[in-house]
C-alpha cells in the first residue's frame, strides 16, 4: 500500500561529485495490503461497539508520543493528569509513563505487524485500529476496536447495525489519535512528545527495538537540519494538514516539546502573494523532481487528438512542453512563476502570466495539468473561463489530494481539494462540455470543450 503522501527524497553523494544525487523515495505501508484486510476481518468481528462520533464536550486531551522531548514533559503531563486531563498514550509510550507514574487513560496502536503486540502497556483502556495485529487483542481482550479511513475498509466489516466512525488522520498513530480523540468528543489538545525527529542519535524517550534500522535522513526546515525517519518526516508533514483541519473544526490545539514536527507547527507563516509563494517553491530543487504533466502527455495526445497550437497552461519545469514539442507540436508555455522551467525548456514559446487574469495567447488546444488544485477556491471558476477562452479544447489533470510540500515554506500549495464530482460538476455548471473524464486515486482527468 502506497502512503498517499510524498514528497520524500535522499541525497547522496558519489565520490568527488560537486553536488548530490537526490532520490526520490516512494513510502510503502510495513504491512501488506492482505495482512491489514486479514487483520480487519478478524478483528471487526470481535464482539463489542465500535467507536462512533461522540457529542462535543469540554475535557483535555493529553496526547503522548514517544520522541525524546517527552521525558523531558513528564511533570506538566502530570500536572495536568492531576486535574483531569485524559491521556492518550501511543504505542510504547503507555509502558514509558507507567515506569514513570503515569497510568494512561487509553493506549493507542495502529500498526499491523505482530510485534506491536510487544508494545502494549499499561492503560486503563485499550483502543486498537482494527487493523492491528489479533495478538493485540489477545493480549488485551477488552481493548475497544475503531477503524482506520481506508479505501475499501467497509468492504471487511460483518454486518454490523450501530453508528461507526472512519477515522483520518494520514495513518500515523500520532495524526490519527487527534482525529481519534476528536471523535470521542475532545476539542481542547495537548500534544507532548510529537518531536518527528532524532535528538542525540535517538529517534525515542525509550530504547525501540522495532525501530531500529529504520531509514533516516537529514531534512531541512527554515534552515535548520533534522535527522529524521523517512515515516517520521511523513508525519510531521501531514500533522499540519490534519491540526489545520480540526482548528477549522472548533479544536484548540498545542504541541509542546521541540523536534521537526513542533518547529513547523509553530513557524510564523509569511504573507506571501501567490506568485512569490511558488517562486520560492522552484527555487527548491526537490520541487523540481515530480513533473506530474510529463507522464499525462500520452494521454492528452490519445483523448484530445491535437492538430493544431497547444498551450501549457501552469507549465512548471516544461518538461511536458518538450516532449510534445519533439514530437512536432506547436507549444507555448504559460505560467506566472518566471523561474520555474527547467533550462531545456527556455527554448521554448514563453509566456508570464496569472491566469486569473485573462490569457494574451490563444490556441487550438490546452493542455493544464498539476494546476487547479492550487487555486484558491474562490478564483476557480474565473480560472477555468480564462483558460477556456484561450483554447477551444484543454485536458485538465487535478489532484484530489492535499499537498506534502508547503510545510517546507510553512504555507499550504493545494488550495482547491475536491473529489471528482465536484470538479466534473462545476465544467458542466459552468456551461463547458465535458468530452471524456477519468477518475483516478489521487488526480481526476477530463478533457474539456466550448459548448458548441
Known amino acids: ?30 504491512t501488506s495490503d492482505e495482512q491489514i484486510f486479514d487483520n480487519i476481518r478478524i478483528n471487526s468481528r470481535r464482539p463489542g461497539k465500535w467507536i462512533s462520533l461522540q457529542p462535543e464536550h469540554d475535557g483535555v486531551a493529553v496526547l503522548c508520543g514517544s520522541g525524546p522531548s517527552l521525558k523531558e514533559s513528564l511533570g506538566e503531563i502530570t500536572e495536568r493528569h492531576a486535574a483531569g486531563a485524559t491521556i492518550f498514550a501511543m504505542n ?27 508494545l502494549i502497556g499499561p492503560a486503563q483502556a485499550h483502543l486498537f485500529a482494527s487493523q492491528v495485529h489479533p495478538k493485540c487483542f489477545e493480549r488485551a481482550p477488552d481493548a475497544q476496536v475503531w477503524h482506520l479511513q481506508i479505501g475499501g475498509i467497509e468492504q471487511a466489516f ?13 495513518a500515523s498513530v500520532g495524526n490519527t489519535a487527534t482525529c481519534l480523540a476528536f471523535t470521542m468528543g475532545f476539542r481542547n489538545l495537548h500534544c507532548y512528545g510529537y518531536d518527528s525527529s532524532h535528538r542525540d ?17 537529514y531534512v531541512d526546515f527554515n534552515g535548520k537540519p533534522y535527522l529524521t525517519s523517512l515515516t517520521m518526516k511523513l508525519q510531521a508533514e501531514k500533522f499540519q494538514d490534519t491540526a489545520r483541519a480540526l482548528i477549522a473544526s472548533g479544536c484548540h490545539i498545542e504541541v509542546h516539546g521541540d523536534g521537526l514536527l513542533p518547529d513547523i507547527f509553530h513557524a510564523p507563516k509569511e504573507t506571501l502573494t501567490e506568485c512569490e509563494k511558488y517562486r520560492r517553491m522552484w527555487q527548491r530543487p526537490e520541487y523540481r523532481i515530480c513533473a506530474p504533466g510529463e507522464s499525462a502527455v500520452e494521454e492528452f495526445l490519445d483523448k484530445a487528438k491535437p492538430t493544431g497550437p497547444i498551450i501549457d497552461f501552469g507549465c512548471g519545469t516544461g518538461r511536458a512542453s518538450i516532449k510534445l514539442a519533439s514530437l512536432g507540436y506547436d507549444v507555448t508555455l504559460v505560467d506566472f512563476a518566471d523561474n520555474c522551467r527547467d533550462d531545456e525548456a527556455r527554448h521554448l514559446p514563453f509566456v508570464q502570466a496569472d491566469l486569473t487574469q485573462p490569457i494574451p495567447v490563444s490556441a487550438s488546444f490546452g493542455f493544464c495539468t498539476d494546476v487547479m488544485e492550487h487555486i484558491p477556491t474562490s478564483d476557480v471558476e ?8 484561450s483554447a477551444e479544447r484543454v485536458f485538465f489533470q487535478i489532484s484530489t489530494i492535499p499537498d506534502s ?7 499550504c500549495l493545494h488550495l ?5 464530482a465536484w470538479w466534473l460538476g462545476l465544467f458542466t455548471r459552468l456551461g463547458y462540455a465535458v468530452q471524456w473524464q477519468r477518475e483516478g486515486e489521487i488526480d481526476s482527468r477530463f478533457l474539456v470543450g466550448r459548448q458548441s
Open 1 to 30: 500500500m502506497q502512503l498517499p503522501y510524498h514528497n520524500t527524497q535522499i541525497k547522496h553523494w558519489n565520490p568527488g561529485a560537486e553536488m548530490p544525487l537526490i532520490l526520490p523515495v516512494h513510502l510503502v505501508c510495513n
Open 92 to 118: 510504547g509510550a503507555a509502558k514509558f509513563l507507567s515506569a514513570n507514574g503515569i497510568f494512561a487513560d487509553y493506549q493507542v496502536m495502529i500498526d499491523a505487524r505482530e510485534q506491536t503486540a510487544d
Open 158 to 170: 460483518p454486518d454490523y447495525d450501530g453508528p461507526y466512525a472512519l477515522i483520518g488522520g494520514a
Open 201 to 217: 542519535g535517538d529517534g525515542h524517550a525509550f530504547h525501540q527495538a522495532m525501530n531500529d534500522g529504520e531509514p533516516c535522513a
Open 382 to 389: 474565473t480560472v477555468i473561463r480564462n483558460i477556456m477562452a
Open 405 to 411: 510540500f508547503g510545510v517546507t515554506i510553512g504555507d
Open 416 to 420: 482547491t481539494v475536491r473529489p471528482h
